[in-house]
């Protein structure tokens, strides 16, 4: 059973656009929700994380948004670049034990 | 600095042969220790964990098996190859609230 849903599956965006990749969870538990980004053949990288104490958090162009009550957290990327094409994860996890449950992924193509 | 190795980065090995994948992490003790499976347009299955030596617990059940015969060691094994296994594996490092990733073992089983 999937505790973490990620949409869309995939999304093309165009240079200057704004991406955004919607994740719900479903355990209350949950009180970490990372972002992660993978670039094709490599390993995943933290990109963003927050927790549930704030509704947003920014760094750069990138910003996620928390929604407590719906159980709903968001990644926006601002003015995208090609260089932003990648797969991102979003992720959640309670405060114990530490495995992390991840989305399913979504993939983002960004046209020069 | 922590780092996290995995071995090797691609393999293609025929379906009934075994398998070994290894994974090392430097600059910490007693790590807490993932193996995750990435198949084709799907997200990250947890497969096992260990959060010492010797200790190994499965998430799935299937082909595979986990060991940890040393405290920065993980290995995913297997004594018989099925085409379902093929698939992105990631060894993964869980350290207080950040995941660090191994670059990942491309596995095709023909």
């Known amino acids: 059973q999937q505790q973490v849903k990620q949409s869309p599956q995939s999304l093309i965006v165009q240079k200057g656009g704004i991406s955004i990749i919607n994740c719900a969870y479903e355990?209350?538990?949950?009180?970490?929700f990372p972002w992660y980004q993978q670039f094709p053949g490599k390993g995943p990288a933290l990109l963003i994380a927050?927790?549930?104490?704030?509704s947003e958090k920014k760094e750069g162009r990138f910003t996620i948004s928390f929604n407590k009550s719906a159980k709903q957290f968001s990644l926006h990327i601002m003015d995208s670049q090609p260089g932003d094409s990648a797969t991102y994860f979003c992720?959640?996890?309670?405060?114990?034990?530490?495995?992390?449950?991840f989305g399913a992924g979504t993939t983002v193509t960004v046209r020069a | 600095s922590q780092t996290i190795h995995q071995w090797p980065a691609t393999l293609v090995q025929p379906v009934g042969s075994p398998l070994s994948l290894e994974c090392t992490v430097e600059g910490t003790s007693n790590p807490n220790l993932y193996w995750y499976r990435q198949a084709a347009g799907r997200g990250l299955q947890l497969l096992f964990y260990?959060?010492?030596?010797?200790?190994i617990s499965s998430e799935v059940p299937q082909n595979l098996s986990a060991s940890r015969p040393q405290d920065r060691q993980f290995i995913l094994s297997s004594k018989k190859l099925l085409l379902s296994d093929s698939g992105f594996y990631l060894c993964?490092?869980?350290?207080?609230?950040?995941?660090?990733f191994g670059q990942g073992t491309r596995l095709t089983v023909v």
């Open positions: 993964a490092w869980i350290m207080n609230t950040e995941a660090f």
């Open positions: 260990s959060v010492g030596i010797g200790q």
């Open positions: 355990n209350t538990a949950f009180d970490y």
């Open positions: 927050i927790r549930p104490d704030v």
């Open positions: 992720a959640s996890r309670p405060s114990k034990p530490s495995k992390l449950s």
